[in-house]
């Protein structure tokens, strides 16, 4: 029996004012996540109208042929999707292996992955963090969500017609399908750890399938098709006002609910689907106004065009940042010409492919082929193709050709330096050894004892006395890759410190390692913290860490250097406004005494010190530690040293 198409389904205009706050809602948190700390939540809100729309014309299909004609499901949903992907597969490709081949790293396993909608399970198999922007370049991280719904699409037609043909009765399906949203979001809850980075939950079907869900089980109680335009008006203004909380509730969370939150993996992301599910249900009723109100014409050209705006945004702004190393220091100017560049691309890309590839008759294709290739080769058309097949032919070369897990010279140099100090700091700590002599003098810090602090332009070098007080501080140093490149060199000025380091550490996690670090009674009463260089700090964050501190407790905290990421200014001046609140915060400022020196950091980066920037890092951030230092314990710590050298000098006049 062949399929006809549905001649009842209805164009909802208003979904596309729906796709449009979404994506808007990505994009600025992915370019500004510190004013739109939840636009993330844009995800969800596609996933239930993607639930909703396929199940919505799949229960149409069904009731006017009786039949659910899979094998053209799966071809309109590739004609719809695939094309687009595959062309921006190709163009980051093709720019990679020509312009910035530093990208290219594990690019053959991403397209595969991608190309199979797997790529949700790849990330995750390969540590992969959605939440770590400094350590993670890749253009394609937000292909996960993608892969969700591709599994989903090659799933569900089954399960609609198994549910159909056995269930029957919508109320049952309904209540069916929205336990197994629930049994979803108690997989999220159970697998999510706090403190941790979220990314496994975050990307995981099986932690991610209840929006979609939620939206497949509307479309059985609230199909499209079988609502009245004509209700009453008292009805008619319950709905409008459902949809306005409903509104309100999501822009409110795409401002506030921060992704390091833990309600968000604990309720949050599946309340968010509630409050989308009753915005798309309201939208889609005829007799409420929210159609209407969603309906403008750019409402309609932002949500035509949202797939291929989510399809380019991060690969435009991960080149953009890579190849321009001042975004941190004019991160407005980065916001306007990557949004700029996110339109243009994204209008090139719908206009010239996804329109006309939506209704190629791929059937045709060698037919057409053949006909082409027949023309004279002065044709415009062939000239293009030509060029066509050169970008495919050169991205495929990247694509083949591209690393595994490969680092560059001056990564694996970093990498080394960092490893190195973490061992022997590991070493240091489990012999439990306090250096009782100094080899660090007042003009030269070690690192290997041969480079020099240029003292004309350097006012911060530790005098004799200072090294005599910092012997004795019970330091507890919690920091990233920052703080350990420097590790060795700060724990011999600090042969009493703690030092606790660990790589790609973020500000969100922190509260909750360093509550375990207090209730282990490791933490000491002066404390160092370097964190900052992989993702912003809310305030919410910085908060937590500051109460689990306590505020008997003398914290010192180091301004970030990061030049090549957005967040720089905003964690520094996070920072700057923090000692303000805090009395018991000290500020060590790294980012303004080191912007002007770009020969102290790694040429790969422009974050970690290298062997020129250590020297200068370590004594400057010593050097403000030990001038901060509580005034009981500085005085204390003095008459110690004071009572030592009258011991050593009693013990000597003794001897002679």
Known sequence: ???????????????????????IGVIIYHLLPNIMKGGYLGVPIFFVISGYLITDLLYQEYRQNGFIDIKGFYA???????????????????YITTFQRNLSNNLRGIVLSSLTYLNNWWQIYHNSSYFNRFGNESPFTHLWSLAVEGQYYFIWPIAFILLIKFIR??????????????????????????????TRVYFGTDTRMFSILLGSALAFVWPSWRMRKNIAPNSRKWLNFLGFGALILLTLSFFFLDSSLIFVYRGGLFLVSILAMILIAITAHPG????????????????????????????????????FKNSGTHPWIRFFVELFAIFIISELSYRFFE??????????????????????????????????????????????????????TEQKKVQKQIEENKKKLAAKANKKKVLSKKKIISKKIATNGTDEIDTKKFNYIMTDEDHKIAEHVPLFVFGDSVMLAAGKTIQEIFPKAIIDGTISRQAYTSAEELKEKKEAKQLTKIVWLSLGTNGYITSENFDSIMTVLGSD?????????????????????????????????????????????????????QVHPNIIGVPYYANYVAKTIVDHLPKKLKQKIQKEIAVKEKQNIEQNNDEN
């Open 1 to 23: 029996m062949k399929n006809k198409r549905l001649a009842s389904a209805r164009y909802i205009t208003g979904f596309d004012g729906v796709r449009t706050i979404a994506v």
């Open 76 to 94: 309109r949903r590739m004609k719809r999707l695939y094309p687009a992907m595959v062309l921006m597969l190709i163009g980051a490709s093709f």
């Open 169 to 198: 009765n919508q109320g049952k399906i309904f209540l069916g399908l929205a336990s197994f949203s629930f049994i979803s979001f108690i997989l999220m809850w159970a697998f999510y750890t706090p403190g941790k980075d979220p």
């Open 288 to 323: 409420a106004k929210w159609n209407k109100w969603l309906t403008s014409p750019i409402f309609t050209y932002i949500g035509k065009r949202s797939y291929g705006i989510y399809l380019y945004q991060y690969p435009i702004m991960i080149f953009y940042e890579t190849k």
């Open 355 to 408: 329109k006309p590839l939506a209704v190629f008759d791929y059937r045709q294709t060698l037919k057409k082929l053949k006909k082409f290739y027949g023309k004279p080769l002065t044709l415009k058309s062939k000239w293009k193709t030509l060029l066509s097949s050169m970008v495919i032919l050169i991205a495929f070369i990247g694509i083949i050709t591209a690393p595994t897990n490969l680092l560059t």
């Open 553 to 605: 407790t003398a914290i010192f905290w180091t301004t970030v250097h990061v030049p090549t990421r957005s967040w720089q200014n905003s964690v520094n001046h996070l920072l700057k406004e923090k000692v303000k609140k805090y009395k018991n915060l000290y500020l060590i400022d790294w980012y303004k005494m080191s912007n002007a020196h770009k020969d102290w950091f790694s040429k790969e980066d």
